[in-house]
């Protein structure tokens, strides 16, 4: 006996009938993890896109002439004219853009650019 045998333990082989057995319980607690996962995708990261999905999809669907938008972009405008694709923003006085209706990110309440400027 050397002095590493006292603070290292020697490793055996286990028994030929033991080696090769499933512990009990092993491949049904895989399915559990496995749903635990796919619970945890679902709720985490595809039902909160899909709402977001879902309020984008209604706010370019309410949009309408008069309307008070904000763009990806951060320019802040009215809503002058409205087709199926495009918006024509109205920035200023005289001064009109035409964005794709995409890019609208925020509807906002009416007043607003006349309290910001």
């Known amino acids: 006996m050397t002095?590493?045998?006292?603070?290292?333990?020697s490793a055996y082989?286990?028994?030929a009938s033991v080696a090769g057995t499933v512990p009990a319980g092993g491949s049904f607690s895989f399915f559990i993890?496995?749903?635990?996962?796919?619970?945890?995708?679902?709720?985490?990261?595809?039902r909160?896109?899909?709402k977001?999905?879902?309020?984008?999809r209604d706010?370019?669907?309410?949009?309408?002439?008069?309307?008070?938008?904000?763009?990806?972009?951060?320019?802040?405008?009215?809503?002058?004219?409205?087709?199926?694709?495009?918006v024509v923003l109205t920035i200023a006085d005289n001064t009109d853009i035409v964005i794709q209706k995409s890019a609208v990110v925020t509807a906002l309440p009416?007043?607003?650019?006349?309290?910001l400027m």
Do not use: H, M
């Open 48 to 50: 909160p896109q899909n």
């Open 110 to 115: 009416k007043g607003t650019l006349k309290s």
């Open 59 to 86: 706010l370019l669907g309410s949009l309408a002439k008069g309307d008070e938008v904000i763009t990806v972009g951060g320019v802040l405008g009215k809503i002058g004219k409205i087709s199926d694709q495009y």
């Open 13 to 15: 082989a286990a028994d």
């Open 52 to 56: 977001r999905n879902k309020e984008q």
């Open 33 to 46: 993890i496995f749903a635990v996962f796919i619970l945890f995708f679902y709720f985490a990261i595809w």
């Open 3 to 9: 002095l590493f045998d006292f603070f290292i333990s």
